[in-house]
Structure formats: structure tokens, C-alpha cells
């Protein structure tokens, strides 16, 4: 079956700097990945995407681009700010799922805590 | 605001009891999925509405059931509950073409 594998936290970092949590899938098919952010006390928004391999989703200054070869889907940013502090979620969605569907796999959820 | 709202957003309630937890999608969306958050199982998927008709099911107990209705809102059905069916249960709708999924704020259950 599919599954996401990203890297424990917490994960601690000082503001402005780099970010770099990881996350690997096993999937058959070619599945769309995914990152999602969730901030204490709200539901999971979508930060960023990819749809094919190579394809690199970028918002707000995170990136992530989709490896087909090494089955990987790691975000990164440049310079993390206080307000990055959230749970991020690594997720792939089910390419045998069929049409109007999008049923997502998760990650466990690596929490970020940036400090002034 | 994701636009998907659900009521209640906290409960708590007793071993054996029932509970309903009720999600209205965006406006426009057909799909609605249910996923439940607990600390050592992490997101898990229990199933998917398409439009009124049961579309997908994953790790949803015998215990719980889902209905969408005409109007598109769901609900989520929980009984029999145990003190492991504490978690946070989301809701979220997925946009047709795109397939991003937007979700509600969660409805947090506490069994006691």
C-alpha cells in the first residue's frame, strides 16, 4: 500500500535559519505529493504541491521538488521566520483513487519551532 | 477561513456513548472526506462522499458511519465510543478539477 515517511521532530531552529525537513513515499503509480502546514489551533492548509516527477512546488518561500528516483518530496526554505512555527505533513495522493477522487496518505507530521 | 465548517468543535462524552459530528463542505464541492488526527496514529483517512454516494473507505471502524446528504453537508456517526476514539476528526472538501483539499477546523472528541 502507500505510505509517507518524513523525518521525526520536534525540529528547533533559530529565525532566518534553513529548513530542511524530509519525506520519502512508496506508492505504485505516479502519485501527486503534497505539503500541508497546520497551525496550533486550525485545520491543515495546502502550501505547496507537485504533480510529475521533477515538478518543484514553491509558496510563501518553502520548496519542494519531486524525485521520482530517490521516491522523495523533502521541503525546504531559505530563511524561516516566527511565524513558521507549525506541524508540516507530508502527503501523497492515491493515483488508483479514480476520478473525483483525491484520498490523501499522510506522514506522520514534523512540528517546527522557530525562536527569535 | 478553508470555507468548510464543523460543528461541534469540542465534545466530551462518556465510554459507550454516541456522537454526531456534522461538516458542511465549500460551497460547490461535491466530495467530503473524514479524517481522524490522534497522537499515535498520526492523519488517517476514513472515507469520502462523492455527492451523496460513499466514494472511498479506509481505516473507518465498524463503530462509525458517514452520510452526505442532498445538501451536500455530512455527518459523521461514532458509537460505542471507547477512550481511544479521543482524537481530532477533520472534515475537508476537495476542489473538483485540482483535487486540493480544504479542511475544517476539526471537531475534537474527549471520551472519557
Known amino acids: 500500500g502507500n505510505s509517507v515517511t518524513q523525518m521525526e521532530g520536534p525540529v528547533t531552529l533559530s529565525e532566518e535559519a534553513f529548513l530542511t525537513i524530509n519525506c520519502t513515499y512508496t506508492?505504485?503509480?505516479?502519485?501527486?505529493l503534497f505539503w500541508y502546514v497546520q497551525y496550533p489551533g486550525e485545520g491543515l492548509q495546502l502550501l505547496l504541491k507537485a504533480t510529475k516527477a521533477d515538478d518543484k512546488g514553491s509558496n510563501k518561500g518553502f520548496e519542494a521538488t519531486y524525485r521520482k528516483e530517490t521516491t522523495s518530496f523533502h521541503l525546504e526554505k531559505g530563511s524561516v521566520q516566527v511565524s513558521d512555527s507549525a506541524v508540516y505533513f507530508c502527503a501523497l495522493s492515491d493515483p488508483e483513487s479514480g476520478a473525483g477522487s483525491y484520498q490523501l496518505t499522510f506522514g506522520k507530521g514534523t512540528k517546527l519551532s522557530v525562536i527569535p | 477561513d478553508s470555507g468548510v465548517t464543523q460543528t461541534p468543535k469540542h465534545l466530551i462524552t462518556a465510554t459507550g456513548q454516541r456522537v454526531t459530528l456534522r461538516c458542511s463542505p465549500r460551497s460547490g464541492d461535491l466530495s467530503v472526506y473524514w479524517y481522524q488526527q490522534s497522537l499515535d496514529q498520526g492523519l488517517q483517512f476514513l472515507i469520502q462522499?462523492?455527492?451523496?454516494?460513499?466514494?472511498a473507505k479506509g481505516n473507518i471502524l465498524e463503530r462509525f458511519s458517514a452520510q452526505q446528504f442532498p445538501d451536500l453537508h455530512s455527518e459523521l456517526n461514532l458509537s460505542s465510543l471507547e477512550l481511544g476514539d479521543s482524537a481530532l476528526y477533520f472534515c475537508a472538501s476537495s476542489e473538483p478539477y485540482t483535487g486540493e483539499l480544504f479542511f475544517g477546523e476539526g471537531s475534537r472528541l474527549t471520551v472519557l
Open positions: 506508492a505504485t503509480g505516479y502519485p501527486s
Open positions: 462522499y462523492y455527492n451523496g454516494e460513499e466514494r
